[in-house]
């Protein structure tokens, strides 16, 4: 697990004089491995207050900092590749269509930009995007009134990034959690998930940690396999793996979300040598993911003592 912090667009002490007192109560040692700043740092006290956060910071070059840091970065956290813009560089301004282009043509699975001063967590195309918004709500001319202060903490774990967005709304800090996850890139390792399992006709598998349902339906369709997926995390999950079923063609008896009661069969867990990590089935990504009460989910990485 890396605890990765997104944040830009502070403008200290242009724009503002420092960031929210709530915000930096959180924002303690010790608990996050790496910084990723969009850009419009502004001053050096800023960027060595970043650094007492975590050492590591990657900060690229926005439209109101010095020429010497660079306008784009990459870093990876295996299986996923992260790239960093500031966000000046796409036209339209946060346009998806132009941050899709960036992505591809820096080989990125998740691409962070700024410039907006406004959150933003979309998944396209099996791409993830992320914009931390202002964590200084920061003035800018594309909004009729003050941007709401915000920042990201994104909690990668393999090829799953949870996303916690921290919002000052009304003096008030206000949390909301998203999940992505990278889909395989072919469908080989689902294939080899199936050789592996080797199922006779008179067994059934259930595909423990998934939720999605990209195993079951691949197995259904390509294997004739009897599959159930279960350890629902949400009802959106329900309702994407459900639909994935039935756009490929398969029949509701072959693959089932969620998962019966009563179930009984084979429990199978594979280990992919890709990244060595021991995991029970291939997920897809989805859409959005929201926590059903965002208060609830006090991002237990940052509550401070």
């Known amino acids: 697990m890396v605890l990765v ?161 921290y919002q000052l709304i009304e003096g008030e800090v206000r949390v909301e959690k998203i999940e992505w996850r990278k889909e395989p890139e072919t469908d080989n390792e689902l294939a080899i998930v199936c050789e592996k399992l080797n199922l006779k006709s008179t067994e059934r598998f259930l595909d423990i940690g998934c939720g999605w349902g990209t195993l079951a339906t691949y197995a259904a369709k390509n294997y004739d396999y009897d599959c159930d997926t279960g350890c629902m995390l949400s009802i959106n999950q329900t309702v994407f793996g459900t639909e994935r079923i039935q756009k490929n063609g398969v029949l509701a008896d072959k693959a089932r979300l969620p998962r019966p009661s009563g179930w009984q069969g084979r429990i199978h867990q594979d280990r992919f040598a890709r990244d060595g990590r021991g995991r029970t089935s291939v997920s897809a990504a989805t859409p959005k993911s929201y926590d059903s009460s965002p208060m609830a989910v006090r991002g237990p990485h940052l509550v401070s003592s």
């Open 5 to 165: 912090l997104v944040i830009g667009d502070l403008h200290i002490p242009h724009r503002i004089h420092d960031l929210p007192a709530k915000f930096k109560k959180l924002l303690v040692p010790g608990k996050i491995q790496q910084i990723l700043c969009t850009g419009n740092v502004c001053d050096k006290e800023t960027y060595e207050y970043l650094k007492t956060i975590s050492p590591d910071v990657h900060v690229v070059r926005g439209d109101y900092d010095e020429s010497a840091l660079p306008l784009s970065i990459t870093v990876v956290h295996s299986p996923i590749k992260i790239g960093v813009i500031h966000g000046h560089q796409c036209i339209p301004t946060g346009d998806i269509d132009s941050l899709s282009s960036i992505a591809r043509q820096m080989d990125v699975d998740v691409l962070v930009s700024g410039h907006t001063h406004t959150f933003q967590a979309v998944e396209v195309d099996n791409k993830f995007f992320v914009n931390p918004g202002s964590a200084t709500g920061a003035w800018t001319g594309a909004h009729n009134g003050d941007p709401t202060p915000s920042f990201a903490l994104m909690d990668i774990q393999g090829p799953v990034i949870v996303t916690y967005v």
